[in-house]
């Protein structure tokens, strides 16, 4: 094993901690990730968390700046923007692949997310909630693979943005669309779920890009 071998294999944990600490939200975007604290908090010399941030660079989870260094990234609104065509075109499959397989189960599961969704005035539970009855939604299609790509395409968002979404598209409207939703699943009309999920998406995605880019030219 060579000298950079070394590196890498021990910049593995460090590029694993991270990457669930950005994507958690412990570390927020434009947050600076100091390399001499990353180091002690590991037992490691600079080399493999410099290794491990690099990593981090490519995937997109970190930037580094002049005289900066190294910090947590921020989605413009044009990274928004193709992120959420990405999620239209993988969960309207889901729920393609789904509506046929949905049992009574489902259904009723889906309904009494919706019942919690304005329990709290709190966008935290508004958004929590908008997750878990997604899910319920898209979990019969069969397809584990696909369902692991919605997932890491929602944690690739992370929760700040989750929770912008939130805050702009308010309660009112999602929840009227999921009950849409809900309906046409309940009435086995896949065409009709998938119109109202495409919509429903995309609506999200205009508000927030609007809002985003607004922040940036601000």
Request: charged content about 30%; aromatic content about 4%.
């Amino acid at each position: 094993m060579t000298k950079n071998d070394g590196a890498k294999t021990t910049a593995q944990p460090i590029y694993d901690s991270l990457r669930e600490a950005i994507m958690s939200g412990k570390f927020r975007p434009g947050e600076p990730l100091r390399q001499d604290e990353i180091a002690r908090t590991h037992g490691v010399s600079k080399i493999p968390v410099r290794e491990a941030l690099l990593r981090l660079e490519v995937d997109g989870f970190v930037l580094f700046r002049k005289n900066r260094g190294a910090v947590v990234r921020e989605l413009s609104a044009a990274e928004l923007l193709h992120l959420m065509d990405i999620r239209v075109a993988l969960e309207c499959k889901a729920l393609e692949l789904a509506i046929p397989n949905m049992i009574q189960s489902d259904l009723d599961e889906a309904e009494q997310v919706l019942r919690e969704y304005a329990s709290l005035e709190s966008i935290e539970h508004w958004s929590k909630m908008n997750r878990r009855f997604h899910k319920v939604l898209y979990e019969p299609c069969g397809n584990p693979q696909l369902l692991a790509m919605i997932n890491d395409l929602h944690q690739r968002m992370g929760p700040y943005l989750r929770l912008l979404m939130t805050e702009t598209s308010g309660l009112d409207r999602p929840a009227q669309e999921h009950l849409a939703i809900l309906e046409a699943c309940k009435a086995t009309d896949t065409q009709l779920g998938v119109d109202l999920l495409k919509s429903h998406i995309e609506t999200s995605k205009k508000e927030t890009a609007a809002r985003l880019r607004r922040r940036d030219e601000g």
